[in-house]
């Protein structure tokens, strides 16, 4: 790897500077002798404040003219009463992922072997831990799609959402999921409602398609409902899942539940275009931006510096470096840190700026 890597960070509001301070220390050492250029720019209700903006003119210039984004989480109380419209999770992150084209969202729902007793599933479903993968469809679908609206019929109201999908809007996306597998357990379960939806039984089509490109991937399906029941089941059995965009929202929140803490989960966000050799993304913790303990020192940081070892692996290919983060994390895990969201009276509690530097200590 000779290119310098480009990085826009924004770390944001409530806990995102303080958990985005400890991604960057672990970034930096993992990545000792490789060209990183971060620029550190505002977002959310910090930029807010500072311009008057949440996604000021410069901070997107940046993102535009790097190679990836290291986001942190916007929004709280305090911007509350702006209009809809201007509020940090509108108005910073909704623009970002049209503005990339961020038509992929990626969410590893991890449950490590000694967090497994946080799961509210019983511990024989969960014993030895889980890694699913799920992927969904971000840009296109119910949330998208026109016309969409609310008007008055005679003395009722009628609220119109249109779901719409392309083969070539599914084509992509399965593709993606088809390439993830390869890197993982060489299984995806591809999840519709072709039963009753016009566009399940595109989708459905379109992935049996896609699946002759690719003989050493099983692909398999399920209806939504029963994937929602399936995952309770027997978590264990999945691998990859792929989905659009409706019902990837709800059943990757449903996967991150069954974890026992989202504050352990990163998320990616991958565009269509590529910078040079690099494949865009924009990399965040699923959680928000929990401004109850901002400032207190006990976040815990894992989601945010996991979210930079998917950076090095989706954007810049350095799977090896990657693999190194997370298994700095197992690692620490493993030797009984835990901040106040996975604690147990078992083991050692730490803070976030201890967690972080646990995590960097066990990178060798």
């Not at 310098?4 to 991604?23: H, N, R």
């Not at 449903?254 to 352990?264: H, K």
């Not at 700095?328 to 604690?343: E, N, P, Q, W």
């Not at 083991?347 to 200590?361: F, H, N, P, Q, R």
Request: proline fraction near 5%.
């Amino acid at each position: 790897m000779t290119k310098k890597l480009s990085i826009a960070v924004l770390a944001g509001d409530g806990i995102g500077p303080e958990v985005m301070v400890q991604a960057l220390q672990v970034l930096r050492k993992a990545c000792k002798g490789i060209d990183i250029d971060l620029k550190e720019c505002l977002v959310g209700g910090a930029a807010i404040d500072a311009t008057g903006k949440a996604l000021p003119e410069n901070t997107l210039e940046v993102c535009a003219a790097s190679d990836a984004i290291l986001f942190g989480s916007v929004g709280g109380p305090k911007w509350e009463p702006l209009p809809p419209n201007e509020q940090p999770e509108r108005a910073a992150l909704l623009p970002l992922r049209k503005r990339f084209s961020l038509f992929a969202n990626l969410r590893p729902a991890i449950c490590f072997p000694e967090l497994a007793a946080a799961s509210p599933l019983r511990l024989d479903l969960v014993a030895g831990g889980f890694d699913i993968l799920c992927i969904r469809e971000l840009t296109g679908g119910l949330y998208f799609g026109k016309p969409k609206e609310t008007r008055q019929e005679g003395t009722e109201r009628i609220a119109i959402d249109t779901m719409i999908y392309r083969d070539s809007e599914v084509e992509r996306i399965g593709r993606l999921a088809f390439e993830v597998a390869r890197t993982r357990k060489k299984n995806v379960v591809s999840i519709d409602k072709m039963n009753v939806l016009e566009n399940g039984l595109l989708w459905r089509s379109v992935m049996k398609q896609l699946a002759g490109e690719y003989p050493d991937i099983e692909l398999s399906h399920l209806l939504v409902d029963n994937a929602a029941m399936q995952f309770i089941r027997s978590p264990r059995a999945f691998d990859v899942v792929v989905t659009e965009n409706t019902f990837g929202d709800i059943l990757s929140d449903e996967l991150a539940m069954l974890t026992g803490s989202i504050g352990m989960l990163p998320s990616a966000s991958l565009g269509t275009g590529h910078r040079g050799e690099f494949r865009f993304g924009l990399y965040e913790p699923s959680g928000g931006s929990a401004p109850d303990i901002a400032g207190k020192g006990i976040a815990n940081p894992i989601a945010q510096i996991l979210s930079a070892a998917m950076m090095l692996q989706y954007t810049f290919g350095l799977d090896e470096v990657a693999r190194g983060i997370e298994s700095a994390v197992r690692k620490t895990i493993a030797s009984g840190y835990r901040t106040r969201d996975i604690f147990s009276p078992d083991t050692k509690l730490v803070s976030t700026a201890e967690m972080g530097a646990a995590i960097c200590e066990n990178l060798g």
